[in-house]
């Protein structure tokens, strides 16, 4: 890249002055690249591999304030320590964006088998996010294994009603890419509480969508649609559990007793958290994105614990390097991303209502492991454009830019047509831990998450200085 800019305008200058007599006045200088930005991303990862604070905020993050689900008090503490955390990082403009979001109680719950005449077993279990409870009292019934829509299709009312119905599909492990592979299997019909409960049936139990082969459950939020009369309970269950469950299934006749008081409540106010550090050519914004809630149970590290501390390293390494910004550079701490999605979607409403020119968002929400590229959602000539900065990234070992999706949370902002980008990360273990108890500061490696954190700031430093 730094070639083109020097030998280009040598090569225009000899040919202009071969069309006209040679004059005395001296040729000008020839002007080079103002960064040379091997050297800039030597800085930038020197900085943040020796001084980063990532880790260290991520501690205080899970285990100082621990679960952060929307409309809890955790919630609100962890909008307290992320205003906090902005500021020490140099963030100069703070403010909260107000967001509805649910208030859902899991209460408590559990879930028994029972086969023939034998006795009730425990199953370890979790409610899907909002679902609705059986009021608390015990809902027995009869468990039928399902595991092919065309099997689901197939089967009358008559034969599915007043049953659960059990799914144990797993993720495909021949499917390398294990994002894809959650995303398929997440997408079933048959993981539809409601297409579930419109053939009869009174509750659901899937199994859990993990990698992993303990017997952890695994959460998963619930949708139900407008017109379903009856909105049934749904839980699921860790992979041993499952696969036991189905092995009895396949011998003889298993009872389920499920028993769940979660419930909702209306609607609450929290918030998104927003810093940014004001571009000193133009109001245009670069925007970083991460969640900042978790689930009701987890300290939820690698999702999305990892995602804030590096977006907020991000803002703090440009600072001590004494960076100076062309454009806005924003971190965008999102409210309410695992049960609803309000925060991204009121956000992104905020920029179309304020008509804010958003030139690029980049997004981490894959946890905090070694970082391999980024996935670019955007027109084929910006796609273009950061192709040719691979070989600055490829010492730090980004090399993987061939994805285009970007995840959830600015997703939303693909509407008002910005580039989206997502960080790029080894996911082979983050379904082992994504949705449940195990997602602890523990999972997650410093050197990693900070690794995560250099690449995140070299991009943002690239697109700052080229478009």
């Given at each position: 890249?730094?070639?083109?800019?020097?030998?280009?305008?040598?090569?225009?200058?000899?040919?202009?002055?071969?069309?006209?007599?040679?004059?005395?006045?001296?040729?000008?200088?020839?002007?080079?690249?103002?960064?040379?930005?091997?050297?800039?991303?030597?800085?930038?990862?020197?900085?943040?591999?020796?001084?980063?604070?990532?880790?260290?905020?991520?501690?205080?993050?899970?285990?100082?304030?621990?679960?952060?689900?929307?409309?809890?008090?955790?919630?609100?503490?962890?909008?307290?320590?992320?205003?906090?955390?902005?500021?020490?990082?140099?963030?100069?403009?703070i403010w909260k964006q107000d967001v509805r979001v649910p208030i859902w109680?899991?209460?408590?719950?559990?879930?028994?088998?029972?086969?023939?005449?034998?006795?009730?077993?425990?199953?370890?279990?979790?409610?899907?996010?909002?679902?609705?409870?059986?009021?608390?009292?015990?809902?027995?019934?009869?468990?039928?294994?399902?595991?092919?829509?065309?099997?689901?299709?197939?089967?009358?009312?008559?034969?599915?009603?007043?049953?659960?119905?059990?799914?144990?599909?797993?993720?495909?492990?021949?499917?390398?890419?294990?994002?894809?592979?959650?995303?398929?299997?997440?997408?079933?019909?048959?993981?539809?509480?409601?297409?579930?409960?419109?053939?009869?049936?009174?509750?659901?139990?899937?199994?859990?969508?993990?990698?992993?082969?303990?017997?952890?459950?695994?959460?998963?939020?619930?949708?139900?649609?407008?017109?379903?009369?009856?909105?049934?309970?749904?839980?699921?269950?860790?992979?041993?559990?499952?696969?036991?469950?189905?092995?009895?299934?396949?011998?003889?006749?298993?009872?389920?007793?499920?028993?769940?008081?979660?419930?909702?409540?209306?609607?609450t106010i929290n918030q998104n958290i927003i810093g940014e550090i004001p571009?000193?050519?133009?109001?245009?914004?670069?925007?970083?994105?991460?969640?900042?809630?978790?689930?009701?149970?987890?300290?939820?590290?690698?999702?999305?614990?990892?995602?804030?501390?590096?977006?907020?390293?991000?803002?703090?390494?440009?600072?001590?390097?004494?960076?100076?910004?062309?454009?806005?550079?924003?971190?965008?701490?999102?409210?309410?991303?695992?049960?609803?999605?309000?925060?991204?979607?009121?956000?992104?409403?905020?920029?179309?209502?304020?008509?804010?020119?958003?030139?690029?968002?980049?997004?981490?929400?894959?946890?905090?492991?070694?970082?391999?590229?980024?996935?670019?959602?955007?027109?084929?000539?910006?796609?273009?454009?950061?192709?040719?900065?691979?070989?600055?990234?490829?010492?730090?070992?980004?090399?993987?830019?061939?994805?285009?999706?970007?995840?959830?949370?600015?997703?939303?902002?693909?509407?008002?047509?910005?580039?989206?980008?997502?960080?790029?990360?080894?996911?082979q273990r983050y379904f082992d831990y994504h949705h449940s108890v195990e997602?602890?500061?523990?999972?997650?490696?410093?050197?990693?998450?900070?690794?995560?954190?250099?690449?995140?700031?070299?991009?943002?430093?690239?697109?700052?200085?080229?478009?």
């Amino acid at each position: 890249m730094k070639k083109i800019f020097i030998i280009l305008p040598l090569f225009l200058s000899g040919f202009l002055f071969s069309q006209k007599k040679p004059i005395k006045k001296p040729a000008k200088k020839v002007t080079t690249a103002k960064f040379n930005y091997q050297d800039e991303f030597r800085k930038i990862s020197d900085e943040i591999m020796t001084n980063g604070t990532a880790y260290e905020n991520l501690g205080e993050l899970t285990k100082g304030i621990g679960p952060r689900f929307s409309a809890t008090p955790g919630y609100a503490k962890a909008t307290e320590w992320a205003e906090k955390k902005l500021k020490e990082a140099g963030a100069e403009n703070i403010w909260k964006q107000d967001v509805r979001v649910p208030i859902w109680i899991r209460g408590k719950e559990s879930l028994q088998i029972k086969s023939g005449s034998g006795d009730w077993k425990n199953i370890r279990m979790l409610s899907f996010g909002n679902s609705e409870g059986t009021g608390g009292k015990d809902l027995t019934a009869e468990i039928i294994l399902i595991n092919d829509i065309t099997e689901l299709n197939t089967l009358t009312s008559l034969q599915l009603k007043d049953k659960i119905v059990f799914v144990n599909t797993p993720l495909d492990p021949k499917v390398i890419n294990t994002v894809d592979s959650y995303l398929v299997t997440a997408k079933s019909r048959l993981l539809s509480a409601s297409v579930i409960g419109k053939r009869g049936a009174k509750g659901l139990i899937i199994r859990s969508l993990t990698t992993a082969s303990d017997d952890t459950p695994h959460a998963k939020m619930i949708y139900y649609e407008p017109d379903d009369k009856a909105r049934i309970p749904a839980v699921t269950i860790g992979v041993r559990s499952a696969d036991e469950l189905e092995k009895l299934l396949k011998k003889q006749k298993v009872t389920a007793k499920l028993n769940m008081s979660a419930e909702s409540k209306g609607e609450t106010i929290n918030q998104n958290i927003i810093g940014e550090i004001p571009g000193n050519k133009d109001a245009k914004v670069i925007v970083l994105g991460a969640q900042l809630d978790s689930w009701d149970f987890a300290e939820g590290a690698h999702d999305d614990g990892s995602g804030v501390v590096q977006c907020i390293e991000v803002l703090r390494a440009l600072k001590a390097l004494g960076f100076a910004n062309s454009h806005t550079i924003r971190v965008v701490l999102y409210a309410n991303s695992e049960n609803g999605g309000q925060g991204r979607e009121m956000y992104a409403s905020y920029v179309k209502k304020k008509d804010e020119k958003h030139i690029f968002a980049l997004g981490t929400d894959s946890g905090g492991y070694s970082p391999r590229g980024f996935s670019l959602d955007m027109p084929p000539q910006r796609r273009r454009q950061i192709f040719e900065w691979k070989n600055y990234f490829l010492p730090y070992g980004i090399y993987d830019f061939d994805q285009t999706y970007a995840i959830q949370d600015i997703a939303p902002l693909k509407k008002l047509d910005i580039p989206l980008a997502e960080l790029v990360v080894d996911t082979q273990r983050y379904f082992d831990y994504h949705h449940s108890v195990e997602d602890t500061f523990d999972k997650v490696n410093k050197r990693e998450l900070l690794l995560g954190a250099t690449a995140m700031t070299q991009l943002i430093f690239m697109i700052d200085k080229n478009w």
